[in-house]
């Protein structure tokens, strides 16, 4: 059962824009608005690491490389949250995934299939 989808990766040059998108499961995600949502992302070669995270009362958090350049929304409406991501670099180039937090929990435990960004120099 698929309860998380990314979408809107793909090739973009330096200094251009992506928007990744992430629809969550009705199923699963019934009051989509008490999860905290967090976007990371995997190069090759690298740990996953923490890009940008939307937290139930709306606070957004970012890794330090990527502040002024990426911002997280959300719409609880359509059970979607989003990573505007401007000026991007070739050090962006990884797989980007979604994640949930259950509303008190201490980990992501729901993790989407991944969206591949490549930024080409």
């Known amino acids: 059962q698929v309860q998380l989808v990314e979408s809107g990766g793909g090739l973009v040059q330096a200094g251009g824009s992506l928007r990744l998108s992430c629809a969550a499961s009705?199923?699963?995600?019934?009051?989509?608005?008490?999860?905290?949502m967090g976007w990371f992302r995997q190069a090759p070669g690298k740990e996953r690491e923490f890009v940008a995270g939307?937290?139930?009362?709306?606070?957004?958090y970012y890794k330090d490389s990527v502040k002024g350049r990426f911002t997280v929304s959300r719409d609880n409406g359509e059970n979607t949250v989003y990573l505007q991501m401007n000026s991007l670099k070739p050090e962006d180039t990884a797989v980007y995934y979604c994640?949930?937090?259950?509303?008190?929990?201490?980990?992501?435990?729901?993790w989407g299939q991944g969206t591949q960004v490549t930024v080409s120099s």
């Open positions: 994640a949930a937090r259950v509303p008190g929990g201490t980990r992501f435990d729901y």
């Open positions: 009705r199923r699963t995600f019934g009051s989509f608005s008490r999860y905290d």
């Open positions: 939307s937290w139930k009362e709306g606070t957004p």
